[in-house]
Structures are given as C-alpha cells and as structure tokens.
C-alpha cells in the first residue's frame, strides 16, 4: 500500500479530492455502480478506508462530486460555443450541443442514478449546493438559447432539460452491461447499436424545431 499523507491545506485537501474522483470515475468505467464500495475506492487508491474517511462518508458524497464537475464542465461548453448574438442555426446548435454532450457521458450515466440514489443519500447542505449550482447555470443557459433562438426562457428551459433526459436514457442504452448482453443473448435478440451522437443530434434538432 503507498504511504499516505494526510492534506494539511485546503490545496492538499482539493489533491486528495481530486485522486478520489479519478479513482471513482476509473473504476465506474468498468463496473456497475453496486459493484463500487469505499473498499473498492480505497483499494484502487492503494489507501486505507479509514484514511479515504477523512475526506469522505459515502460513495454517494464522491459520485454528486464528479456529478457537479461534470455538470459544470457541461454548461461551460454549452455556454462558450453559444457566445452572445453568434447567430448560429438549429442545426449548427444542434451539431455542436451534439458533441458537447458526447464529449460528457459520464455527467449523463451519473444522471441515471443521481436523483434516486445518489441525491437520497448526501447531506442536506452539499444538495443545497449541488442543487444551487445547477439553476444558476441552467438558468444562465436558458437565458442564453431563448436570445439565440428567438423564443421565451420556458421553452427553451424545456429543451434543455429534455436534451438531459434524453441523454441519461441513451447513455444508458450505449452502456456495455455484461447482464443485458447474457440475457439478450440468451433471447436471441441482436442488440442494436447506438451512435449516441448521431442520435442525440437528430433530437436536438427535433427539440429546437419544435417550436
């Protein structure tokens, strides 16, 4: 086991949050969620788990950390490639939000488990915060996309979330679970492949259209 060094700075402490993550994120990869343990956690990071206690209590602390950098990383993207009266089409939007959200699976198979297990089982003050987060730069956004489109923030508000609903279900589907595929196989039923790209780009559009 490598040694371990416990932060004395907040500097330090943001390392050792950042290790966890990775971590997390790596062994998430490759393995169902029920699979993932602070064992496992711990195990990957080559630390004890009482040394991964002292940053955390629950996986569910550290996968609504990952949720909220890759929510922020998300609507950056989204809000640097639609700049302020850039004039771009529903089908150039559609293209490029197509590829942010490729470029984000992770932020959508976290979506698949985050407001049943993930947001059930943190603390009140780090849902405040993740929860605050997340309206201030949905809201931003759809401020952003109703001066781009032409058309009121409720709408546009939908279309963001519908894009994100879409997006947790698709992802999903993409995923390589060894359960489904056993049980498709035994059916004898081909699975179909999904270019979740491809896909989400003609929703979007579809989205954007729909006004």
């Not at 602070?38 to 602390?61: H, M, P, Q, V």
């Not at 609507?75 to 470029?103: K, R």
């Not at 508000?157 to 589907?173: K, R």
């Not at 780009?201 to 006004?211: G, K, P, S, T, Y």
Request: some cysteine.
């Amino acid at each position: 086991m490598a040694d371990f060094i416990r932060a004395r700075s907040d500097e330090q402490k943001e390392q050792r949050l950042a290790e966890i993550k990775r971590a997390t994120s790596e062994l998430f990869e490759g393995h169902p969620y029920h699979e993932i343990t602070l064992t496992t956690i711990a195990d990957r990071l080559g630390w004890s788990r009482a040394n991964l206690y002292k940053y955390t209590s629950t996986k569910e602390e550290i996968f609504l950390l990952l949720a909220q950098d890759q929510m922020d990383s998300y609507f950056d993207a989204l809000m640097a490639a639609f700049p302020q009266g850039c004039g771009l089409d529903a089908p150039v939007i559609a293209e490029v939000w197509a590829g942010i959200a490729n470029a984000h699976h992770l932020y959508f198979r976290i979506g698949d488990i985050l407001l049943t297990i993930v947001e059930t089982n943190v603390t009140i003050d780090r849902l405040i915060a993740f929860k605050g987060d997340y309206y201030k730069r949905h809201d931003a956004l759809a401020v952003r996309l109703a001066d781009l489109l032409h058309e009121d923030e409720t709408r546009s508000a939908w279309t963001i979330e519908a894009v994100y609903t879409h997006a947790v279900g698709l992802v999903s589907s993409c995923a390589n679970n060894p359960l489904v595929t056993q049980a498709l196989e035994a059916l004898g039923i081909e699975r179909r492949n999904v270019d979740f790209r491809s896909e989400m780009r003609d929703f979007i559009l579809m989205c954007l259209e729909r006004r």
